[in-house]
């Protein structure tokens, strides 16, 4: 499947008869580099002998995109797509396969357009989550929000794919849950819309992954209320204070709060860090933090009023101060660290036992330690069906666990990859089972690998992987992939296969 350099010759003379030449990149180009790590968000994978792409095209409107997958079919050059650059593994710019591709870097499409009166906006793939939550403040006098991630520069493009979720989840559900329609260009070079598309694979592309099924041009969305002012709080308790106890209790209460209130935890070193969001006033929260959770030992000094929209801020940086709303609009908000993550389900059969805690938190004080975030679920997210959408972790599950291991540039990373990993090994008999559930958007390619057999992903090896994203979904999402792409032309080593019935 590699392509000759005639093929990439020929690949780049087509696209120089659509597209202007200043929104090409080879890698000859003096801009190739800074362009490629200008949406890089993990320098683990522009390491030197990373597979780096031929060539990164920057579109301006949907006929570039049509333009490049069209001769991309044509010259034998995959694409990769990439919105916010923020893949965990780096698939949205690298190919571990050494498949000869170009990237469609959408960074150029990022435009926001809210209708506060209805409440809805459409959104381009390549403008940030910040950027979203932004427009639908300043649209509506800070009552207009969206249920997805935290941190402000993630791409909306890959996000809105795999589902999206943060501190709206428990009240509103998923980024996904929330898509009304979509602008979709499939391995045709076709401009589909809902309809167009068909209800297939509509339903695939909100939760099923980026990249498997074409490349998502923008999104219209349902918008959700939220009140002018929200009151956050950030507090720590260590390991003496009670951390274990209080995390244990946490692992029950944090599902069942009242929708409008919800409280992650942070385990680090030996502290574990209750971040929170309620949609109130802190006088009302506080009866409630009393009368449900008064381990915890919330009181009105923890209290901060603010917007929605500071509020996500506040809870991401974690350090306390305000931080003003602008910030959401920092396409390149800090995050240079090298790192290696992955997830867990925890579901209401089994919570962890406190001395299973206690042992966790040995593990956060070993030599090169990472971090954990637990997300809590119940309420909304848990009461859509499996199979309504994609995204499968729904009712019965108490929380998401992510683990998360970072380094500098000096350092290999070998133990805290090691980290994660034994860790993740010793996490077994206390998370969920068969499968073994993972979020998609916290892709780890340790959860397996495509394998190419006759120049199309195999169903079968894809299953390894599959199943613990989606679980039962999986077979349906890979027959929505045969209908769309049945050649598995948009593909990468975690791609839904395409699955075309017999006739
Ligand atoms: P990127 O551009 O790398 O794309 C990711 C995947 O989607 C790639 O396979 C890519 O090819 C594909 N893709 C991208 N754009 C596409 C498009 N327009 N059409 C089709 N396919 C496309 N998640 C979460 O749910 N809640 C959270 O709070 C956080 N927080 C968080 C913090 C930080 C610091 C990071 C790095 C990540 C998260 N995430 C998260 C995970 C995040 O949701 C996940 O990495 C998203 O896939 C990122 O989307 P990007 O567009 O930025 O990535």
């Known amino acids: 499947t590699l392509s000759s350099s005639a093929s990439t010759d020929d690949f780049l003379h087509c696209l120089s008869a659509s597209i202007p030449s200043n929104l090409v990149f080879t890698q000859s180009s003096p801009s190739f580099t800074s362009v490629l790590v200008s949406y890089v968000r993990n320098p683990r994978f522009i390491a030197p002998g990373t597979h780096r792409p031929l060539v990164i095209v920057t579109p301006t409107n949907a006929s570039h995109v049509h333009a490049t997958v069209l001769c991309g079919r044509r010259h034998g050059v995959r694409v990769r797509v990439r919105s916010g650059g923020h893949d965990y593994e780096g698939l949205s710019y690298r190919s571990l396969n050494h498949e000869s591709f170009a990237v469609v870097d959408l960074s150029n499409l990022r435009s926001v357009r809210v209708n506060a009166a209805k409440a809805t906006a459409w959104v381009d793939s390549g403008a940030t989550i910040g950027e979203l939550y932004y427009a639908a403040a300043k649209a509506s006098g800070d009552r207009l929000a969206f249920p997805a991630g935290l941190c402000p520069t993630i791409g909306v493009g890959g996000h809105f794919s795999g589902g999206g979720f943060g501190v709206l989840q428990r009240k509103y559900g998923l980024a996904a849950d929330h898509v009304l329609d979509t602008v979709l260009v499939d391995a045709e070079g076709r401009i589909l819309d809902k309809k167009a598309m068909g209800r297939e694979v509509f339903w695939a592309i909100r939760g099923g992954g980026g990249e498997s099924f074409g490349i998502v041009l923008s999104w219209k969305v349902r918008l959700v209320p939220v009140p002018p002012k929200v009151t ?272």
């Not at 209790?249 to 385990?267: C, H, N, S, T, Y």
């Not at 499968?435 to 959860?447: G, K, S, V």
């Open 232 to 503: 956050a709080f950030i507090v720590p308790v260590t390991v003496a204070d009670g951390a274990v106890d209080v995390l244990t209790k946490w692992q029950q209460i944090g599902p069942a709060l009242p929708e409008d209130l919800f409280v992650r935890v942070m385990a680090i070193t030996d502290t574990a860090i209750f971040q929170s969001v309620y949609l109130g006033t802190c006088d009302a929260l506080l009866p409630v933090m009393s009368s449900r959770f008064p381990e915890l030992g919330m009181n009105r000094t923890h209290c901060r009023e603010m917007t929605w929209v500071e509020s996500v801020l506040y809870v991401y940086v974690g350090s306390g101060n305000p931080i003003p709303a602008t910030d959401m609009l920092n396409r390149t908000y800090p995050m240079d660290g090298f790192y290696k993550a992955t997830s867990d389900y925890v579901r209401d059969d089994q919570p962890i036992p406190r001395d299973v805690w206690a042992e966790i938190f040995g593990w956060l004080a070993k030599p090169n330690p990472g971090l954990m975030i637990m997300d809590p679920y119940g309420g909304r997210i848990g009461t859509v069906p499996e199979s309504a959408t994609p995204y499968p972790h729904r009712g019965g599950v108490l929380y998401n666990i992510q683990y998360m291991n970072f380094w500098g540039a000096g350092d290999d990373g070998e133990p805290h990859v090691r980290w994660i990993r034994d860790l993740y090994a010793f996490m077994a008999p206390h998370v969920s089972k068969d499968p073994r559930e993972a979020y998609f958007n916290y892709r780890d390619l340790d959860l397996g690998r495509n394998i190419v057999v006759g120049n199309v992903s195999s169903y079968k090896a894809g299953k390894v992987w599959g199943e613990k994203y989606f679980k039962g979904n999986y077979k349906r999402l890979a027959l929505a992939k045969g209908r769309i792409d049945p050649d598995d032309y948009f593909r990468n080593e975690q791609s839904i296969p395409p699955l075309v019935p017999r006739k």
